[in-house]
């Protein structure tokens, strides 16, 4: 069966306001791009002047990866930081992850020292081509959904130790960190109606893979197989 990658983004006055992606097949392209549309137009963000909805065919072998196990953490003020010096990684992490906002991509960093490894700051890291195999999931668990598809791809690459994440959607407070297939979700990060939000991939690996990792998260197509809330 041949499936499609659909992606939309839209903007106004060239800030993004709003993005989403499905893998789906060629019979459900009209009405995903349908919801799509009407998600770009009614973003908390506000209302945008572009929408661009792109559809290709996906014509590569498509890698299937596990879902990563959930753990609810209502008390999640001090988590991430405890997690950072558990597992020896870098506390620039959290700094970043509540002062960078507006990034299209997520920042990629050397999980000890801190340093930025992308190659576009103002742009980052942007993790595309990623979905559910089971399409109903998404239903009435958006965000959760499709923060547990992009999550789950970046976990499966051996180089990423751990992802740490909070929404720009100002009406969604709750984040995640990933590591060694677990989600995290952590609840309560923000203040309500914040617009901070963004994502921090912290990479262990040789210098001269960082290149093809970021090529894996921006172009491999992946659906991600046993979603945990089905």
């Known amino acids: 069966m041949s499936l499609y990658s659909i992606k939309m983004r839209a903007s106004r006055a060239g ?9 789906v097949p060629q019979a459900d392209i009209a009405t995903e791009v349908s919801a799509l549309t009407e998600r770009a137009l009614t973003h908390p963000h506000g209302v945008p002047d572009s929408v661009n909805i792109k559809t290709t065919l996906l014509t590569e072998e498509i890698t299937r990866v596990p879902a990563l196990q959930v753990v609810e953490v209502p008390q999640s003020q001090t988590f991430i930081p405890d997690f950072l010096r558990e597992h020896g990684l870098s506390e620039a992490a959290h700094e970043l992850l509540y002062t960078v906002t507006g990034l299209r991509g997520a920042m990629l960093i050397d999980a000890h020292t801190g340093e930025r490894l992308d190659p576009n700051e103002d ?8 979905d559910h195999v089971v399409s109903s999931v998404r239903e ?25 994440c909070i929404s720009d959607d100002p009406n969604y407070t709750t984040g995640y960190v990933a590591h060694e297939g677990t989600y995290y979700r952590l609840a309560n990060c923000k203040e309500p109606g914040a617009t901070i939000g963004t994502r921090v991939f912290l990479y262990n690996g040789p210098q001269e893979e960082i290149a093809d990792t970021i090529d894996y998260l921006e172009h491999t197509p992946v659906l991600v197989e046993g979603w945990p809330c089905t």
């Open 15 to 23: 800030a993004h306001i709003s993005g989403a992606e499905r893998i």
């Open 123 to 130: 742009r980052g890291v942007r993790v595309t081509n990623m």
């Open 140 to 164: 009435g668990k958006q965000h959760f959904a499709e923060a547990m598809a992009l999550a789950s791809k970046v976990n499966f690459h051996p180089n990423i130790v751990a992802e740490l």
